[in-house]
């Protein structure tokens, strides 16, 4: 099992930055991939970015959004640039294993807001 903190949300106005963490703990060595998803109020969940041995994005976070993660590959970060009120969300952090497994973070607040 895989525990996840995640950390760095909170308030910005329209074209700001926020930097999301993720700290994880536990059966670190099956992690395979790292990501993040977001949920809108009223919308589905909604997947934004993945680093595994390559990084991929959504379209729409596409030139704002980096992800990146540290060496040990037990964190995961998100920069998000250019920020806009479509953006607010709850922000969840998320890892798979080889074999399927997914662990989900709690989740932290983003909201842009002027």
């Known amino acids: 099992q895989v525990q996840l903190v995640e950390s760095g949300g909170g308030l910005v106005q329209p074209g700001g930055s926020l930097r999301l963490s993720c700290a994880a703990s536990?059966?670190?060595?099956?992690?395979?991939?790292m990501g993040w998803y977001r949920q809108a109020p009223g919308k589905q969940r909604e997947w934004v970015a993945v680093?595994?041995?390559?990084?991929k994005y959504t379209e729409s976070v596409k030139g704002r959004f980096t992800i990146s993660r540290d060496s040990a590959k037990t964190t995961v970060y998100l920069q998000m640039n250019s920020l806009k009120p479509e953006d607010t969300a709850i922000y969840y952090c998320?890892?798979?294993?080889?074999?399927?497994?997914?662990?989900w973070g709690q989740g932290t607040q983003v909201t842009v807001s002027s």
């Open positions: 536990g059966s670190i060595f099956s992690i395979y991939a």
């Open positions: 680093i595994s041995s390559e990084v």
């Open positions: 998320y890892t798979s294993s080889r074999s399927g497994s997914i662990s």
